[in-house]
């Protein structure tokens, strides 16, 4: 890894393949803020799925990343699968259904500060990946498999997930894992916790917000006693994101927390998931970066700041920054 002024520079990833798996699909938010779903006026499309806009995250910093998963064979299946493609991810490991449609999340901040959903999954094309359906040479191929949680809802996506990362770790890739929480997806919180946790063991790479932290561990604190009971003897990274105030990790030979870069945040859609792009795109060819605190710090410092400058834009993907726009910012300083 190059060094510039004591600052992680130069190409994100010198060419390990991120696989990134799961749900892509379209948000679609108000045109105006502050209203419930029922009093907007209209709707903007917003692209979306947690493990695309990792996908894209990598691409856009110079990595390379394919995403895996199905859309419904309709306008907005390929318009998604198009945006990927735009962005320099490779869509060879994505199905099209002929019967079920893309999936579509409209989503409102109400100027009550309640968050209202409405979900057309009934089904959609994702939940009905088949394990038979996945590009195993693809998968084979790839040096980080990331996936999240919302894969794990409902059958057949479910024994899709479990097989592409059982033939992803037969074939020595790294496990990556953020369950992104999606509470109103699930049958209830119980149903929610048991199974995000059945997968637990098999990452050496998880990252976890503060929220989810305290849903996994029905603790109301968010201290290194919480992050440590979610260790697990396969683990070689656990990161717990904490929003405007940076970030934790957790290693087996040390830890400690890492602060955020100061912005003017407009939209923290997408932060997360930029964090991760740029962490998996660091880590893909060196993974020194988990044993050695001074490297990864310097990791840590390049994913929160390409979080920061995620929540500086409305929407995700629109506001993934490059490698170069992180540069910018790390010369800026915190
Ligand atoms: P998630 O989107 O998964 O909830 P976070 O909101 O914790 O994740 O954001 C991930 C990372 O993005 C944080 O660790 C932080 O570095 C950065 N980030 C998020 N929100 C802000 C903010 N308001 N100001 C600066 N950085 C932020």
């Known amino acids: 890894m190059a060094m510039n002024n004591g600052v992680v520079s130069g190409k994100a990833s010198g060419g390990g393949l991120i696989v990134s798996f799961g749900e892509m699909l379209i ?8 209203v419930s779903l029922a009093e907007a006026p209209g709707f903007l499309k917003a692209p979306g799925g947690a493990p695309a806009n990792v996908a894209i995250a990598v691409a856009r910093l110079g990595g390379k990343a394919a995403f895996v998963g199905k859309l419904g064979d309709d306008e907005f299946g390929h318009m998604l699968a198009g945006i990927l493609k735009e962005n320099g991810v490779s869509a060879e490991g994505i199905n099209f ?40 040479e693809q998968i084979r191929s790839a040096k980080v498999f990331h996936y999240g949680s919302i894969s794990l809802i409902v059958e057949p996506c479910r024994s899709a997930h479990l097989r592409a990362m059982e033939v992803a770790k037969e074939a020595g890739a790294l496990l990556s894992y953020d ?46 006693a919480a992050a440590m009971s979610l260790w697990h003897p396969n683990l070689k990274l656990l990161l717990v994101t904490l ?28 932060a997360g998931d930029s964090f991760v792009g740029a962490l998996l795109c660091k880590i893909v060819d060196d993974r020194s970066v988990l044993d050695d605190e001074q490297k990864l710090r310097e990791v840590l410092k390049y994913a929160n700041a390409c979080g920061a400058i995620t929540t500086t834009k409305k929407g995700a993907i629109p506001a993934l920054p490059t490698d170069a726009d992180v540069l910018t910012l790390l010369k800026r300083g915190a």
């Open 243 to 270: 929003g405007e105030h940076g970030c934790r990790y957790y290693t087996k030979n040390f830890h400690g927390s890492m602060e955020a870069f100061h912005v003017k945040a407009v939209d923290t859609t997408g």
């Open 179 to 224: 369950p992104n929480l999606r509470l109103p997806l699930w049958p209830s919180a119980a149903e929610a916790r048991e199974q995000i946790m059945s997968i637990w063991d098999k990452a050496e790479v998880i990252k976890v917000s503060d929220v989810e932290l305290e849903f996994l561990t029905g603790s109301d604190k968010i201290d290194d």
């Open 97 to 136: 259904d002929k019967a079920a449609r893309t999936a579509l999340a409209f989503v409102t901040l109400r100027a009550d500060g309640e968050r209202e959903f409405m979900f057309y999954r009934n089904p959609s094309a994702d939940m009905l990946l088949t394990p038979e359906e996945l590009n195993l």
């Open 27 to 34: 948000d679609f938010v108000p045109t105006v803020s502050g």
